[in-house]
Structure formats: structure tokens, C-alpha cells
């Protein structure tokens, strides 16, 4: 069984999620500090992959199932207006628990964003 979802991340999605998690570091809205550091646009904070895989799989198996592991880690940075794709991949299912495969590529360009990913998911 395979997942697809996809997000388009735009600015006025990260200063949401900056000013929900008190993280304003200027690598995700300030052109000059990003300029100084050889970049042209936002940098998506890396936290926020978190939540758009927690959306994903509530979405796939439903409001009332509980997330009990969820684990990620970065491949490459995400920009300001870029599609992401959060895929999943049902690798076990037994009992009332279901194991997923997770990724987060970006649709333009194809690059991998997060990967490896797995969550663990109680159904009801």
C-alpha cells in the first residue's frame, strides 16, 4: 500500500510555523542574512517536516489514530514555494499497529528531503 501527499510550503506557511514554535531564525525570512550566505530564498525549518508527516498520516489512517513513533532525518534543504511530497509505505500491519516507510521529496527537481522516516501508528 502506497501514500502520497502533497504540500506546497510558501512564506506565509513558515512565519505561521515560526510564530507557533517561537523559532525565528533568520535563515527562514531575511534575504540580507541569506544573500551573505549564498542563498536566494527561505530555508524551510526542518522541524516542520515533522508536522507535514504527522498531517500525512492522520490523513491515511484517519483522525483517531495515534502516532506512537514517528522518526526522520534530513537529506537536503527545502526552499520557500517548493512542493513537497510525503510518501509512505505500509511495511507491517498486525494486531491494531501499523509500521510505515516514510520519505519527503521535493517535487520540483525531485531531490529527497527526509529520508530515512518511520512512523509507528495504533489504530482504533
Known sequence: MSLVREQKIELPDMIAYAGATWDWHKLHYDAGYLRERGLDKPVVDGQVFGAYL????????????????????????VFAGETIRC?????????????????????????IAVAPASATLTLP
Do not use: C, M, N
Open 87 to 111: 510518501v509512505g509505505t505500509v511495511v507491517r500491519e498486525e494486531a491494531g499497529t501499523v509500521d510505515v516507510d516514510l520519505r519527503v521529496e521535493v517535487v520540483e527537481g525531485g531531490r
Open 54 to 77: 504527522a498531517i500525512a498520516l492522520r490523513e491515511w489512517f484517519g483522525p483517531d489514530a495515534v502516532i506512537t513513533v514517528l522518526s526522520f532525518r534530513f537529506k537536503s534543504l
